[in-house]
Nanobody, 126 residues
Framework: QVQLVESGGGQVQAGGSLRLSCAAS??????????MGWFRQAPGKERESVTA????????YYAETVKGRFSISRDNAKNTVYLQMNSLKAEDTAVYYC?????????????????WGQGTQVTVSS
């Protein structure tokens, strides 16, 4: 089993920044062989993909709505993936979920992701 624990959520004013972290662990879990992604779900809306990163960190994907504002990275030595969010907007308000996919390069395809964190709330006030 794989455990994912997000942290770093909170409330911020529009235009501000937040950095989310997701620590991964598990028996026989080789972090650098997993694609990692961030997804979000706003109240009353379906969950949507935000960004993803390949196992080595060499390939990244971004939803159009966050491109240029958000940045995903990973530290394979720490089994941790990060989401740096800048220029936040009210419409970025959502619960943000970290997810892991056995596919090294799963991209933004939610169906590829088998393991999910509990989510962390991000609230952006205008």
């Amino acid at each position: 089993q794989v455990q994912l624990v997000e942290s770093g959520g909170g409330q911020v004013q529009a235009g501000g920044s937040l950095r989310l972290s997701c620590a991964a662990s598990g028996r026989f879990f080789f972090f650098d062989s997993y694609g990692m992604g961030w997804f979000r779900q706003a109240p009353g809306k379906e969950r949507e993909s935000v960004t993803a990163i390949s196992g080595s960190g060499g390939i990244t994907y971004y939803a159009e709505t966050v491109k240029g504002r958000f940045s995903i990275s990973r530290d394979n030595a720490k089994n941790t993936v990060y989401l740096q969010m800048n220029s936040l907007k009210a419409e970025d308000t959502a619960v943000y979920y970290c997810a892991a996919a056995p596919n090294y390069n799963a991209g933004l395809r939610e169906s590829e992701y088998n393991y999910w964190g509990q989510g962390t709330q991000v609230t952006v006030s205008s």
